[in-house]
């Protein structure tokens, strides 16, 4: 009887461990997925935070090392970079900047970027404040050469006169690239640091008992606005108002959520720049998918993964900032997840079932179907940035929807065949539903 007993028990810890091995994996992100919706006007910022006043990340180093160690290598903590600290922060070639530059090696105070392009910010006196100004230069980096740039003809090119020594940084970029000018207009680190995502930290860093915001303790659809300040084309949120034009916010005109801190309401203080399904913009093709960079947020809202809970933070280590081009993780980012024949999808039982390509091509890589290169860092630049609208566009939604067909991902790869004849394809694979074997585009779930 014993023994009896003993080896039920024994069969029944074999299949227990049998089930909870072939679980979808998605099952661990159950506790993130089902969290209570917040409503998207109520404020997070926690109370203790409410007078507390911007110190810097030196400060938050002595208890963080480990944090800051990862933040400091990775580009947010390189964004604005001094030159008069340190001129290897320069990625141009200065001697061939071009004869009618209105700026010079010695004028330029801070480098912007570095990684696709870099701009320089020149102090100038301008509405008769202290502020910066653009170099009419900028430096690509994709192609090694230097490149006019005239800013005012993208950043609202009717509040602000059409001259780069009249257009200043403090309202068209330096919310996003300094902590604290968001909300204190005043440049606090020359960086995207703890700050920018934690909140102020004076009373934290004074005593650590006193909460500090963190964005991944709430409803999932909130924790991705402390990315989305930043990583979110918009608009001035005055131009909301029937009466306001860009001519009326003259040399005021605000290109970032003004005010904003982590955990606040981010939709009182963001107008997302707009979209219009099956329309062609000035950021998006009528899929919905990035002509530019800096788009991530404006084209993940769409997603389901989005509508799911899914966060930026899902695939992105906050601090080290992990998944990038040059350091991509390949298909591991989206098996921590999804798993073949898994409710969630891929439906089909292998890799090679749902890709069609062998298991080690080029085309069975998630991001090459499911994050093609849609977009460009400046318009001479190579098509390189990324989609964040995972869903995948069939050759035949691109064609109608008059996109070029290199940012079909089909496309990008077999540049010699057609997008019918790619179309046919995914066809005979069964991959195509009903509506999409007509030549109507659809608009994404
Ligand atoms: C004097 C030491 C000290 C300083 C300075 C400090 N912290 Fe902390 N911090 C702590 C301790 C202790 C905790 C609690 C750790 C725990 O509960 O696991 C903490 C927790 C946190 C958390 C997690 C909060 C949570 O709810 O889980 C964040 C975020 C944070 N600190 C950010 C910062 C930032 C940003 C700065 C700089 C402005 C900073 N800290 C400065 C000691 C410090
Ligand atoms: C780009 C936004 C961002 C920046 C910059 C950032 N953090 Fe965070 N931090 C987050 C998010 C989101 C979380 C919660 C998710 C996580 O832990 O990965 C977090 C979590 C933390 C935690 C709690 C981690 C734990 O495991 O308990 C600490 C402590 C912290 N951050 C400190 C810092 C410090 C110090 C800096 C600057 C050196 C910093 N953070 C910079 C976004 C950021
Ligand atoms: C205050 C503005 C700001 C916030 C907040 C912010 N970012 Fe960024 N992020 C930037 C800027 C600017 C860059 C470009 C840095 C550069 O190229 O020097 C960048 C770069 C990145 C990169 C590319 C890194 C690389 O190595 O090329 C990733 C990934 C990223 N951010 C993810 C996030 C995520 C995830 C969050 C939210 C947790 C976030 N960012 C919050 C402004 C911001
Ligand atoms: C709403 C926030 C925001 C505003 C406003 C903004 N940027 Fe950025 N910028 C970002 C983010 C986020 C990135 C990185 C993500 C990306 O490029 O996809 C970035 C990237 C860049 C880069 C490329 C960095 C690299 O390493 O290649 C440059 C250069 C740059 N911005 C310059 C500017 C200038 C100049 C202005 C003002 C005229 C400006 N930005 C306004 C958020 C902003
Ligand atoms: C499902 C996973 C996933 C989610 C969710 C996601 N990303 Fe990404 N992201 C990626 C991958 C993969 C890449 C491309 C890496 C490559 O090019 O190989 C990428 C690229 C980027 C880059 C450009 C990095 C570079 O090398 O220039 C930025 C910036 C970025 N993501 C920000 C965000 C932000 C902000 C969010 C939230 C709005 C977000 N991502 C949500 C997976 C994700
Ligand atoms: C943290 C978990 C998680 C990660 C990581 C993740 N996914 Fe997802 N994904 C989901 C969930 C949940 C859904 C929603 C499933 C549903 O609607 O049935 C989903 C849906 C999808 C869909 C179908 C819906 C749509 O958006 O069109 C695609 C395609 C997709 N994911 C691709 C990817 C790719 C590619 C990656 C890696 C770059 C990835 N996912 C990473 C959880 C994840
Ligand atoms: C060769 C292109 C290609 C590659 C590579 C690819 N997919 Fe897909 N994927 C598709 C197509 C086509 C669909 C069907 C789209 C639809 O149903 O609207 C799809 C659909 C999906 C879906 C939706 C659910 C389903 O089963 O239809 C998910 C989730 C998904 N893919 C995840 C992934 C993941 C994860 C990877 C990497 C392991 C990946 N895909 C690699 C082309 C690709
Ligand atoms: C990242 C690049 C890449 C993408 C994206 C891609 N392919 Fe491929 N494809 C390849 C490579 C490389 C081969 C060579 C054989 C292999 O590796 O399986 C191939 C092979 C094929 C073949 C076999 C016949 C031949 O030409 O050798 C067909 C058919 C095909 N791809 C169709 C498609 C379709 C349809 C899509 C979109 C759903 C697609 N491919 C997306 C790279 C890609």
Redesign the pocket.
């Known amino acids: 009887m014993k023994k009896l007993l003993f080896w039920l028990f024994f069969i029944l810890l074999i299949a227990l461990a049998f089930i909870l091995g072939n679980m979808p994996k998605i099952t661990d992100y159950y506790d993130q997925l089902t969290r209570t919706r917040i409503p998207k006007n109520v404020d997070l910022q926690p109370a203790a935070q409410k007078e507390a006043t911007f110190v810097g990340s030196s400060k938050c180093k002595a208890c963080h090392k480990e944090k800051y160690h990862d933040w400091h290598a990775s580009m947010h903590a390189k964004m604005i970079q001094d030159i008069r600290k340190n001129t290897n922060v320069i990625v141009a070639d200065f001697s061939k900047l071009p004869k009618d530059a209105d700026f010079t090696l010695k004028d330029a105070v801070y480098t912007i970027g570095s990684?696709?392009k870099q701009r320089y910010m020149i102090p100038a006196t301008i509405n008769s404040k202290e502020d910066f100004r653009l170099g009419n230069y900028q430096w690509n980096t994709q192609t090694g050469k230097w490149q006019r740039f005239k800013p005012y003809k993208y950043w609202y090119k009717h509040a602000y006169p059409h001259d780069n020594k009249q257009f200043p940084t403090s309202t068209t970029c330096d919310g996003c690239h300094f902590t604290g000018f968001m909300s204190t207009g005043k440049r606090i680190e020359p960086a995207i640091a703890c700050e920018s995502c934690h909140g102020p930290g004076s009373n934290h860093a004074a005593d650590p008992k006193s909460a500090i915001f963190r964005a991944d303790m709430s409803d999932p659809i909130r924790t991705?606005e402390v990315?989305?300040q930043?990583?979110?084309r918009n608009r001035d949120k005055r131009l909301q108002a029937s009466n306001v034009t860009q001519k009326s916010l003259w040399m005021q005109a605000v290109d970032y959520p003004q005010g904003f801190e982590p955990g606040k309401p981010l939709v009182a203080y963001k107008l997302p720049a707009p979209f219009t399904p099956g329309k062609e913009s000035k950021e998006f093709w009528p899929n919905g998918a990035a002509k530019k960079?800096?788009t991530?947020?404006n084209?993940?809202?769409h997603?389901a993964?989005?509508r799911h809970g899914?966060?930026?933070?899902?695939?992105?280590d906050p601090h080290r900032?992990t998944?990038?081009?040059?350091k991509?993780?390949g298909n591991r980012?989206?098996m921590k997840c999804h798993s073949f024949g898994s409710l969630i999808g891929p439906h089909q039982p292998t890799l090679e079932a749902h890709t069609h390509h062998k298991a080690d091509s080029k085309g069975s890589q998630?991001?090459e179907c499911h994050?093609p290169k849609t977009g460009k860092h400046t318009g001479k630049s190579p098509l390189t940035?990324?989609s964040?609208r995972?869903a995948f566009t069939y050759p035949a939604q691109t064609e109608a929807y008059g996109m070029p067909p290199q940012t079909n991902a089909c496309f990008s790869c077999h540049q010699d065949r057609t997008l019918k004849s790619l179309q046919k394809d995914l066809e005979s694979w069964g991959m195509v539903s009903w509506e999409e074997m007509s030549d109507t585009p659809r608009m994404q779930k």
């Open positions: 990684k696709f991705n990315c989305l930043c990583h979110m960079n800096r991530q947020g084209e993940y809202v997603d993964m989005y899914i966060t930026c933070i899902n695939c992105h900032l998944n990038t081009a040059k991509p993780e980012t989206c998630c991001i994050m940035v990324r964040h995972f």
